[in-house]
């Protein structure tokens, strides 16, 4: 069974950067699309980014142009780069493996879910 694991949330100040990345083990992505979510404290989950795996982004309006998705399918590795940094980015964000190859923001199309790292944005 694949097991998605995150890694590189932290704390950072107002306009700072971060790298999240989420490693498969006991498996691959294979041809799936693959998602970052994040949930803030008494919020719902919502949708970042996804890719393809044929490289096709998609970007939640409130990230765009401050995040970068990006996957390495020989390593079965998605990075997350967020720059510009706000206190509204603080949450727990998580990697998801949708159930196919379309890119979604959808998160019941996704199946596969890792354990979530930290993300804290002081102002």
């Known amino acids: 069974q694949v097991q998605l694991v995150e890694s590189g949330g932290g704390m950072v100040q107002t306009g700072g950067s971060l790298r999240l990345s989420c490693a498969a083990s006991g498996g691959t992505f294979g041809t799936k699309a693959m998602g970052w979510f994040r949930q803030a404290p008494g919020k719902e989950r919502e949708f970042v980014s996804a890719?393809?795996?044929?490289?096709?982004?998609y970007y939640a309006d409130s990230v765009k142009g401050r995040f970068t998705i990006s996957r390495d399918n020989a390593k079965s590795t998605v990075y997350l780069q967020m720059n510009s940094l706000k206190p509204e980015d603080t949450a727990v964000y998580y990697c998801?493996?949708?159930?196919?190859?379309?890119?979604?923001?959808?998160?019941?199309?996704?199946?596969?879910w890792g354990q979530g790292t930290q993300v804290t944005v002081s102002s």
């Open positions: 890719i393809a795996y044929s490289g096709y982004l």
């Open positions: 998801a493996r949708s159930n196919g190859v379309l890119i979604t923001h959808r998160l019941y199309e996704y199946d596969i």
